[in-house]
């Protein structure tokens, strides 16, 4: 059964930093492509950031420059690191994947900027 565990939510200032962690379980994870995507209230669900298996990355513009993906395949684990972040970065986010035609979601963890 894959299961996708996000930590690291919380709240921090304009300007703050936060680090996401994503553990998978249930997948032999470094055939697999990692994403975050986030969902702000009232808005749809967007792709924030991507890793490949191999570990190329792609980034939304909004968040191009301050967000960093990375993982640790030893650990079964996915990363994003989040720096200079906005308040319009608040938002659930979501650690995702794509087995074949199946798409699996974590259960997304808040983080909120507010000074």
């Known amino acids: 059964q894959v299961q996708l565990v996000e930590s690291g939510g919380g709240l921090v200032q304009p300007g703050g930093s936060l680090r996401l962690s994503c553990a998978a379980s249930g997948i032999i994870f470094r055939n697999h492509a990692m994403a975050w995507y986030r969902q702000a209230p009232g808005k749809q669900r967007e792709l924030v950031a991507q890793i490949t298996s191999g570990g190329s990355t792609n980034y939304a513009d909004s968040v191009r420059g301050r967000f960093t993906i990375s993982r640790d395949n030893a650990k079964n684990t996915v990363y994003l690191q989040m720096n200079s972040l906005k308040p319009a970065d608040t938002a659930v986010y979501y650690c995702?994947?794509?087995?074949?035609?199946?798409?699996?979601w974590g259960q997304g963890t808040q983080v909120t900027v507010s000074s």
């Open positions: 995702h994947t794509r087995i074949v035609s199946t798409n699996y």
